[in-house]
């Protein structure tokens, strides 16, 4: 699915979704919900006066490393920790075309830039 507007990454889908088959998940306040990186995911808007924070944990083999993608790679990567297994110095590539995401500006966080977008 599509999360690109002129040729620039949205931080959301920008596609037409169709929402008839969405489940409705409530969670009690620090409860966690787990899901596939590629589940269609939204939230509604946060209408309480404090902000929503989101932690982000994934995981991915030691040889699948990221596609440069300028300096926003090398600040995600900063982050990176291996959990399991040995250091490779070799990739594992499975695809022959992946889109690189670019960001018109830096944002401080997935909600301001997913914000931006709607406007």
């Known amino acids: 699915m599509n999360h690109t ?3 620039f990454f949205q931080g959301r889908i920008t596609d037409p979704v169709d929402s008839s088959r969405a489940v ?6 620090g409860s966690v919900i787990f899901m596939h990186c590629m589940t269609p995911h939204a939230s509604t808007t946060n209408t309480s006066r404090l902000p929503r924070r989101t932690l982000i944990l994934s995981y991915r ?3 699948a490393f990221p596609i440069y993608a300028g300096p926003v790679t090398l600040d995600a990567e900063a982050q990176v920790r291996l959990v399991r297994g040995q250091q490779l110095n070799v990739a594992r590539c499975s695809v022959t075309e992946f889109p690189i995401p670019r960001q018109q500006r830096k944002t401080a966080s ?5 914000e931006l977008s709607r406007s």
């Open 5 to 7: 507007r002129d040729g």
């Open 24 to 29: 409705y998940l409530e969670a009690k306040a």
């Open 61 to 63: 083999a030691a040889d």
């Open 110 to 114: 997935l909600y301001e830039l997913q």
